[in-house]
Structures are given as structure tokens and as C-alpha cells.
């Protein structure tokens, strides 16, 4: 497709059951970012992915989560045991590898995650 | 540490009136400066960019020009329509490659 892609765009979780969201960057593009969107507020870095590699997994939470890129193109960010705090909105961006500091990040729709 | 400070919204205005978002930030290095929009039901859009100091960065009308001596990148229009309503948000990266984002400014365009 022309944009970014993400699956499902609404995902309603009961507490303690495990979730995996699903990003379809653009194609070609090296670069790939999860973020986490609380409502009213900007949007938080998760983690980082060049190619399949992780290369920045700092901001994630806690180890209830969980991001993968297996072959460098779609990734999976799955939450465990999903807490009613983890309800948000999940961003998923890709770039291309150019300049890292100028370079566009292009953002999917996002899933709403809502944990009751 | 990086970060982003824009002005709380919602900002309520009548069509063709005159729009400022203000934006500032703190960083270290050379950032470039983004500012993002986000349209009812939709995903984030890249409005504009600048990526030195002085540079002007503009698009559908919006203007934002990187002010290195204030810290700012303040967000301007000269005349709003009603489909301009949406959030907008300042954001900046520097040699990292972290988007470190604003808050979110609400804008409201009545008829």
C-alpha cells in the first residue's frame, strides 16, 4: 500500500489477556518507530527498529511489552496481561534510512487499544 | 533533556481570522523542528519542516519559521477555514532519531 498500515484499529482487551498489534510500514523504508498516545497528549517513543534489528527498545514500560520486526518489514508489538494503563492509542511510523535528523516519519491510523 | 512546550488549546476561531500556535523547545545540538496535524479520525500528517535556523517551513498556507534565538517555531496562517480544524503538534529530533513531541494544540474553526 502507499501508507502505513496498522491492524487492528480498534482492540478492545479484558485485563490479563495478552494483545499484538500490527504495523505495515511503507515499503523500502528502513526505519520503523512504535509509539504510545495517551489521550490529550503526544505521542510517547516505544522503540526503534532499523532493518530487523532493534536498536533502542527504551521507552517501553515494562517487560509486559514486547516489539518485533522479524524480517525487517511488518512488526508486532505485543503487551501481556494488558493493565487498564496501558489503554491508548499505538503509532506506528516508518522512514527512509536518510538523514536521521531530517528525515519524514510517515504515521499510520494507529490501533485504540481500550483494556476494561 | 529534549523537549517541547505549545500552547493549550482548544484555540476557537472564526473562519478567516488570523492563526498563531505557539511553539517552543529545549534541546541540545541542532534539532530539526516538525510540525504534525491530525485530522478527526485520521493519523498524524507531516505539515511541515525546518531543519536549520532561520529556515521558513510552510505548506497549505501554514508558515513556521525556526527562530534559534528564541527557541520557537511558532505555527501561523493567515486566514482559517472550518477545514482546518484538527490538533496540531510541534515536534523535534535531533541527531537521535526520537521524535520528542508537544502536548497538542486543539484548534476549532467556527463558520
Known amino acids: 500500500g502507499a501508507g502505513v498500515s496498522q491492524s487492528p484499529r480498534y482492540k478492545v482487551a479484558k485485563r490479563g489477556q495478552d494483545v499484538a498489534l500490527r504495523c505495515d510500514p511503507i515499503s523500502g523504508h528502513v526505519s520503523l518507530f512504535w509509539y504510545q498516545q495517551a489521550l490529550g497528549q503526544g505521542p510517547e517513543f516505544l522503540t526503534y527498529?532499523?532493518?530487523?534489528?532493534?536498536?533502542?527498545k527504551s521507552g517501553l514500560p515494562s517487560d509486559r511489552f514486547f516489539a518485533e520486526r522479524p524480517e525487517g518489514s511488518v512488526s508486532t508489538l505485543k503487551i501481556q496481561r494488558t493493565q487498564q494503563e496501558d489503554s491508548a492509542v499505538y503509532l506506528c511510523a516508518s522512514s527512509l534510512e536518510l538523514d536521521r535528523r531530517i528525515a519524514e516519519a510517515f504515521f499510520g491510523q494507529g490501533t485504540r487499544l481500550t483494556v476494561v | 533533556g529534549n523537549s517541547v512546550t505549545q500552547m493549550e488549546g482548544p484555540v476557537t476561531l472564526s473562519e478567516e481570522a488570523f492563526l498563531t500556535i505557539n511553539c517552543t523547545y529545549t534541546?541540545?545540538?541542532?534539532?530539526?523542528l516538525f510540525w504534525y496535524v491530525q485530522y478527526p479520525g485520521e493519523g498524524l500528517q507531516l505539515l511541515l519542516k525546518?531543519?536549520?535556523a532561520d529556515d521558513k517551513g510552510s505548506n497549505k498556507g501554514f508558515e513556521a519559521t525556526y527562530r534559534k534565538e528564541t527557541t520557537s517555531f511558532h505555527l501561523e496562517k493567515g486566514s482559517v477555514q472550518v477545514s482546518d480544524s484538527a490538533v496540531y503538534f510541534c515536534?523535534?529530533?535531533?541527531?537521535?532519531?526520537?521524535?520528542?513531541w508537544g502536548a497538542g494544540t486543539k484548534l476549532i474553526i467556527k463558520p
Open positions: 527498529f532499523q532493518n530487523e534489528a532493534q536498536l533502542d
Open positions: 534541546a541540545t545540538g541542532y534539532p530539526s
Open positions: 515536534a523535534l529530533r535531533d541527531s537521535n532519531y526520537q521524535l520528542i
Open positions: 525546518a531543519t536549520k
